[in-house]
């Protein structure tokens, strides 16, 4: 079985992350740069998968070539090879453009299943799966906490309030999952060397067969317009007890509507 992962780099969330001011745009070539996290758990569920069934993992990510170091992270986990597509010309794009070369490059790869995370830190849109979909023509489960795989069909379960859902799909198929879903191993040192080993293909949007006026900033269906730093932290309230200090607070709770 050939599965197909999708990984992204993003400014870690536990850093402070700004925007570039020249163009509105996340500012990474600063950013204190990290796999996204919820991916490792699509990676490891794609190798528990590959464990269990056969085949290899391939990692795929579009970005900067900075995010060759997500990818190593990828591979020194269990993952067999990667496809990085790398090209100025993405500067800037939307998800819906986006899409378009990570439907591209998986055009051009074999493969019976499609894992992303669900969501990505820096973006927080969680349409990606689907958009892949609907480009791809395949079926998409999304919200994956548990995956089988039994024959020709996929196999999740998705909790909800009431318990969980079951559903399943003919292969080839793409699925989201979230972070319930497994616990994600630590890279070994031996995977850390041989990670240095395995294959990494580059790919810019002409060998993808696309048009580089169909992505970037400009033609982006979304653009951030303006923005301001934070505000500086006020003041706080000093509550002074003089037998009535917890009646203070909580009149204090009870107007910034915290009770």
Request: charged share 20%.
């Amino acid at each position: 079985m050939n599965i197909v992962v999708l990984v992204k780099q993003v400014p870690d969330s536990g850093t402070q992350r700004s925007l570039d001011p020249s163009d509105n745009t996340v500012a990474r070539a600063t950013a204190d740069n990290v796999i996204n996290e919820i991916d490792e758990y699509a990676i490891e569920e794609a190798l528990q998968v590959r464990d269990r069934e056969g085949g290899e993992v391939t990692v795929l990510t579009v970005g900067p070539a900075s995010a060759t170091d997500a990818i190593r992270k990828a591979l020194s986990m269990g993952a067999d090879k990667a496809v990085h597509v790398v090209d100025d010309a993405i500067h800037g794009s939307c998800a819906i453009q986006t899409s378009g070369v990570l439907a591209a490059a998986l055009q051009q790869m074999q493969y019976d299943l499609v894992l992303t995370g669900a969501t990505s830190t820096d973006g927080q849109v969680a349409v990606m799966p689907a958009l892949l979909a609907e480009r791809l023509g395949l079926p998409q489960l999304s919200g994956a906490q548990k995956l089988t795989v039994e024959g020709s069909t996929v196999k999740v379960e998705r909790q909800t309030d009431g318990g969980f859902w079951a559903l399943e799909a003919p292969l080839p198929a793409i699925v989201s999952t979230w972070d319930t879903i497994n616990e994600p191993r630590y890279p070994s040192f031996k995977g850390i060397m041989a990670a240095k080993k395995k294959p990494v293909e580059t790919k810019s949007l002409a060998d993808l067969g696309v048009d580089p006026s169909a992505v970037g900033l400009a033609t982006a269906t979304s653009q951030v317009v303006d923005f301001s730093g934070r505000p500086p932290k006020g003041e706080g309230v000093k509550v002074t007890d003089e037998g009535d200090g917890a009646e203070k607070l909580v009149g204090f709770l009870a107007e910034q509507k915290l009770v």
